[in-house]
């Protein structure tokens, strides 16, 4: 049967059809641009991945980690600290600390720690432990102490020198190893942007100086060793600059306005579930630099100068920290972890013009 419509009906139909795609304009242009803050770069794509397991200690590139919450596992999960305070030791207080080689063997999950021996050429110290250890290997060989990363104290598994003792020579005083598990009992809550009361959330590290991640772009290395090839012929390695994600990046310094991004499989990965995979970051703060980059992690030589002065003099870019300049981001993963591998996409989801760094506590 066959029904006119009522005039009355056809309106009904006719308007909101008409003014459906303006309001939907209107949505987008005044709603989600306001929030957020610009148009967002292109996609982008991750170029490599360092792990830097014992704080300040050389790194180790791999081709794919697993993100937790607090960082890719493996990252800064162990710590050298004095004795017998159990304060922290980095590159800051001795440069040689690069020369300390962790590395990884995933077939027996071990860490193998090696440094040269003081005042010969080819002897190495060196000592093994499980890379993730059992609470009852944990038992067995460590004990719980106090350790301190700038402001904040934390209770950590201390090795037994049977292990790592033959380090203090290395050091040229007593030093003792400190591992934090990534899920603990008693997490290291973050400080500054990553508090609770800025993040909105309670989000933890384990001794990584800030938070859980730090970006880096190839884009702006590149452009930084520009500066440094004119300024004093020079060439650095990003590594010095300490990043747990590398991505080839848009601009040179775009990452400064990044607010949130999103890692996805890149187009034709296998093993994703289709379209529900993703892995989100809130970017919380620019990462102000100290001294550290002018050391060179390979010979752990220590520039007088570069890189700091080339970046002080166009680098001081934060309001909230303006005596120091920024390079790469800080990020907390948002929600569950999951595999992140070189080669995936990274898709900045949110850009703001307000980034201001918050000094913790
Ligand atoms: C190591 O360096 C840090 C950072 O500069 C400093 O706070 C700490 O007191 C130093 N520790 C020692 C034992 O020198
Ligand atoms: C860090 O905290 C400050 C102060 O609350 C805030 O203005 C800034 O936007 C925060 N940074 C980010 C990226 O949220």
Not at 123 to 132: G, T
Not at 212 to 219: A, D, F, H, I, N
């Amino acid at each position: 049967m066959e029904m006119a419509l009522s005039s009355a009906t056809q309106s009904a139909i006719i308007l909101p059809a008409f003014f459906l795609p303006i309001l939907t304009f209107v949505f987008y242009t005044r709603f989600l641009r306001s929030k957020t803050s610009g148009p967002l770069p292109p996609p982008t794509q991750i170029t490599n991945l360092f792990v830097y397991p014992i704080k300040s200690c050389h790194g180790i590139s791999v081709p794919s980690a697993r993100l937790l919450p607090t960082g890719l596992d493996l990252d800064r999960q162990w710590m050298w600290v004095t004795y017998p305070d159990y304060k922290f030791l980095t590159i800051r207080n001795l440069s040689k600390m690069t020369l300390i080689r962790p590395s990884y063997d995933a077939t027996t999950d071990t860490l193998s720690i090696t440094a040269p021996a003081p005042n010969t050429m080819d002897e190495k110290l060196y000592f093994f432990i499980p890379a993730h250890p059992t609470s009852e290997w944990l038992a067995a060989n460590t004990e719980i102490v106090p350790a301190t990363v700038w402001s904040t104290t934390t209770p950590a598994h201390c090795y037994s020198t049977a292990l790592t003792g033959p380090f203090n020579k290395f050091f040229g005083k007593e030093v003792r190893l400190v591992y934090k598990p990534p899920v603990s009992d008693s997490p290291r809550a973050l400080v500054g942007n990553g508090s609770r009361k800025m993040l909105g959330r309670d989000a933890s590290t384990c001794f990584a100086d800030l938070m859980p991640l730090l970006v880096g772009s190839e884009k702006s290395i590149t452009e930084l060793n520009k500066r440094l090839k004119m300024a004093e012929d020079l060439n650095i390695d990003v590594r010095r600059f300490r990043p747990n994600i590398l991505v080839q990046g848009h601009e040179p310094w775009s990452e400064d306005r990044w607010k949130s991004i999103r890692l996805t499989p890149s187009a034709g990965a296998s093993g994703w579930k289709f379209g529900f995979d993703c892995l989100k970051l809130d970017v919380v703060a620019r990462c102000a630099r100290c001294h550290v980059p002018n050391v060179d992690p390979e010979t752990a030589e220590e520039h007088k100068r570069q890189p700091w002065d080339t970046l002080m003099k166009y680098r001081r870019v934060d309001p909230g920290i303006t005596f120091k300049p920024c390079f790469g981001m800080l990020c907390v993963p948002r929600g569950g972890g999951g595999k992140v591998d070189v080669g995936m996409k990274l898709e900045v989801t949110q850009v703001t013009d307000n980034h201001r760094y918050v000094v913790g506590m």
